[in-house]
């Protein structure tokens, strides 16, 4: 279990180490995201194999159901499968249901060796933490301890699963788990194992669209479970190239050269391995944009 934080003593009290509780609650946060994007992956691995609309065609409860019909018309194009479009809640609800758990359970066995009721126990507590962190409440430093343990039980009970299947990554390389900005898109994203490439549409309602003299700020998170110091992110603007930025923050302002129906982000995550999933990095996101004109 990871709990580097960058420094010697990583819950000493920050007037000793320099390393504030805003640094703290973003660790927290991309354990509990990448946990929870791995609890996403079992889930659809699982039913996936059944039919493709598994949750709105399934025998799961009809506000289930209705919800996540619902959610998909409301932000069409930003969700590629359906348990993406359910809630935290939903989803331990589907995990932790006595007469699903079978489906799941040499997957969650080294993280809840005693069933469902124990699942349900650990997901809820880690429930409380992470939408503690991620509606910008305040958490205890113990909370986001517990957090990141809790975070990592699961996401490392999964990868185990997967790699006693052999469905471990055949390229083992960092990717991106989430990109969000600040216009209010913010979306968890799912390494394919197939290609590098993934687009994310933002271009089309009800994502907002630029203007001339707004400021872009776009930013990816890789997966918390690759240490920070084995891969590099670029960024560059792909529809007018202004060359290859470096970090995983893109910030860009918006002028009228940039008015048109899509406008290109793109990011790259590039390991120090001396090969690459793709041919010159190992995981790569387009974000599309929208820039209209101003009136006439």
Same mark, same amino acid.
């Given at each position: 279990?990871?709990?580097?934080?960058?420094v010697t003593?990583?819950?000493?009290?920050?007037?000793?180490?320099?390393?504030?509780?805003e640094?703290?609650?973003?660790?927290?946060?991309?354990?509990?995201d990448?946990?929870?994007a791995?609890?996403?992956?079992?889930?659809h691995?699982?039913?996936s194999?059944?039919?493709?609309n598994?949750?709105?065609?399934?025998?799961?409860?009809?506000?289930?159901?209705d919800h996540v019909?619902?959610?998909?018309l409301?932000?069409?194009?930003?969700?590629?499968?359906?348990i993406?479009?359910?809630t935290?809640?939903q989803?331990?609800?589907?995990?932790?249901?006595?007469?699903?758990?079978?489906a799941?359970?040499e997957?969650?066995d080294?993280?809840?060796?005693?069933?469902?009721?124990?699942?349900?126990v650990?997901?809820?507590?880690?429930?409380?933490?992470r939408?503690?962190?991620?509606?910008g409440?305040?958490?205890?430093?113990r909370?986001?301890?517990?957090?990141?343990?809790?975070?990592?039980?699961?996401?490392? *009970?999964?990868?185990s699963?997967?790699g006693?299947?052999?469905?471990?990554?055949?390229?083992?390389?960092p990717?991106?788990?989430?990109?969000y900005d600040?216009l209010?898109?913010?979306i968890?994203?799912v390494?394919?194992?197939?290609? *590098?490439?993934?687009?994310?549409?933002?271009? *089309?309602?009800p994502?907002?669209?630029?203007?001339?003299?707004?400021?872009?700020?776009?930013?990816?998170e890789?997966?918390?479970t690759?240490?920070?110091g084995?891969?590099?992110?670029v960024?560059?603007?792909?529809t007018?190239?202004?060359?290859l930025q470096?970090?995983?923050?893109?910030i860009?302002?918006?002028?009228?050269?940039?008015?048109?129906?899509?406008?290109?982000?793109?990011?790259?995550v590039?390991s120090h391995l001396?090969?690459?999933?793709g041919s010159?990095?190992?995981?790569?996101?387009?974000?599309?944009?929208?820039?209209?004109p101003p009136?006439?």
């Amino acid at each position: 279990m990871n709990l580097d934080y960058g420094v010697t003593d990583p819950f000493a009290p920050a007037s000793q180490v320099g390393f504030g509780g805003e640094a703290r609650t973003v660790h927290a946060r991309r354990h509990t995201d990448s946990a929870e994007a791995w609890l996403r992956l079992l889930v659809h691995r699982k039913l996936s194999p059944t039919r493709q609309n598994y949750i709105t065609e399934g025998t799961w409860k009809q506000a289930l159901r209705d919800h996540v019909a619902a959610r998909y018309l409301a932000n069409l194009g930003q969700f590629s499968r359906e348990i993406d479009a359910t809630t935290f809640d939903q989803l331990i609800d589907m995990v932790c249901h006595p007469n699903h758990w079978s489906a799941w359970s040499e997957a969650l066995d080294e993280a809840y060796p005693n069933g469902p009721k124990e699942a349900r126990v650990f997901l809820e507590r880690l429930q409380v933490i992470r939408n503690a962190v991620a509606h910008g409440r305040m958490a205890s430093e113990r909370d986001l301890e517990r957090a990141v343990c809790y975070a990592n039980d699961l996401a490392d *009970s999964i990868k185990s699963y997967f790699g006693r299947l052999g469905l471990e990554r055949e390229f083992n390389v960092p990717t991106v788990v989430r990109a969000y900005d600040n216009l209010g898109n913010d979306i968890h994203v799912v390494a394919d194992p197939n290609y *590098s490439y993934r687009p994310i549409d933002f271009s *089309s309602p009800p994502a907002r669209s630029l203007s001339p003299g707004d400021t872009l700020i776009a930013e990816v998170e890789v997966d918390p479970t690759y240490a920070a110091g084995t891969y590099d992110v670029v960024w560059r603007v792909k529809t007018h190239d202004i060359g290859l930025q470096q970090g995983s923050k893109a910030i860009l302002a918006i002028t009228e050269r940039h008015i048109g129906a899509r406008l290109e982000i793109q990011f790259k995550v590039v390991s120090h391995l001396d090969w690459h999933k793709g041919s010159d990095a190992d995981d790569v996101i387009d974000l599309y944009y929208r820039v209209r004109p101003p009136p006439a």
